[in-house]
């Protein structure tokens, strides 16, 4: 199970594959079962961007079944309220699942900007919902009441390393109940850096799994977009180094595995790092940087 692997593994792997717009399986879902042996785990990210996808949850049972491996779906608060959340989340017990990744959901935007968000709990306050499900215990408005069983989560939440007061933000969510943390695309090993120092300068322990976002994208407009629609910095020296390159793909292959490199040198063993693989897509990328991290 995920929950031991991410503690034995020296260099835990997650790889996110996302659910498809129809009712076919995609091409992608064929690619990852080709190395699934060196992943720990599959994310499936629930409506990202705010955009229609097929349940995660529906997905991760697909998923799971088919590549037999470990699965993580995502939960966000952005599309039901808590009595919604909390049936979603008990059916996905029922089906097996036993991780689940918190997020409070992308804002609406573009074509989608008249969707309305409810967001009627955080993601903080989710994740101390399912800790009382893992009880036996639902909320119900204001109380919580016994239900029948105990579901058995291990529950993961987002970490954004620049993000102000992003310290105070994770030490309330380790006292809320996460499990691990996964983050957004980075990549610069200094952003990560600066967080760690940060928090040991306030006294946070930070002693749950973080697994680093890596995006291995093959090509410059690929790249542009990635920066333009999920607002993630480059610096401009591995930019300027990509463009000067010519074989872009491999190129930021080594980028990414030179992050990787440095924050395991700079963080292991005093903290458990592992990474989070996002390819969007491009699922040959993905596999080359999985290989590469496990050597």
Known sequence: MFRELIKEKDVPITYELWSPRGCMVNQHFEAVSRFKDKLDAVNIPDNPLATL??????????????????????????????????????????????????????????KTVKTKGVWAVTSTELCKIVKHLNEGFARSNDDLVEIYGKTDFFVGGAIVFDRK???????RKIEAGF????????????????????AEERGV??????????SPQPSEKALNKLVRFLRVEMPKSSADRLRR???????????????????????????????????????????????????
């Open 53 to 110: 996808r097929v349940s995660s949850i529906a997905y991760s049972k697909i998923v799971m079944d088919r590549l037999k491996i470990d699965v993580i779906p995502h939960i966000n608060c952005r599309d039901r309220n808590s009595l919604a959340l909390q049936s979603d989340i008990l059916g996905a017990h029922l089906l097996g699942i036993r991780n689940l990744f918190i997020v409070g959901g992308d804002k609406p935007a573009g």
């Open 165 to 171: 007061n992003e310290v105070e933000i994770i030490s």
């Open 179 to 198: 499990d691990f943390f996964q983050s957004q695309i980075v990549f610069s090993h200094e952003k990560v850096l600066n967080f760690f120092r940060e």
């Open 205 to 214: 322990t930070i002693n749950k799994p973080v697994l680093v976002g890596l």
């Open 245 to 295: 390159s010519g074989d872009f793909a491999g190129e930021m292959l080594s980028v990414c595995l030179e992050v990787a490199d440095e924050l395991k040198s700079a963080l292991s063993p005093k903290y458990k790092i592992g990474f989070h693989i996002m390819p969007l897509g491009y699922d040959d990328l993905g596999r080359k940087l999985v290989e590469g991290l496990r050597g």
